[in-house]
């Protein structure tokens, strides 16, 4: 799970990276900069999510750990 976690990271770094190109900061709600931003946005939730839920695997494993001790 860990190594998923890692992958999809980084997948959603490289949209970001990817769309920042396609930004237009001269008419940025307008065009292709409204689907650049809006992709951002979702590759940032998406990265949160990831995050929250290694956390979450690593405080179970924890909890585990502890009970058995």
């Given at each position: ?46 990265i ?19 009970r058995?001790?």
């Open positions: 799970m860990k190594i998923l976690s890692i992958i999809l990271t980084v997948i959603a770094l490289g949209l970001i990276g990817f769309n920042v190109t396609k930004l237009n900061f001269n008419n940025l709600f307008g065009g292709e900069s409204i689907v650049g931003l809006i992709t951002i946005l979702l590759s940032l939730c998406a949160v999510l990831l995050q929250i839920l290694r956390i979450s695997k690593r405080i179970e494993k924890l909890s585990k750990e502890k058995n001790v």
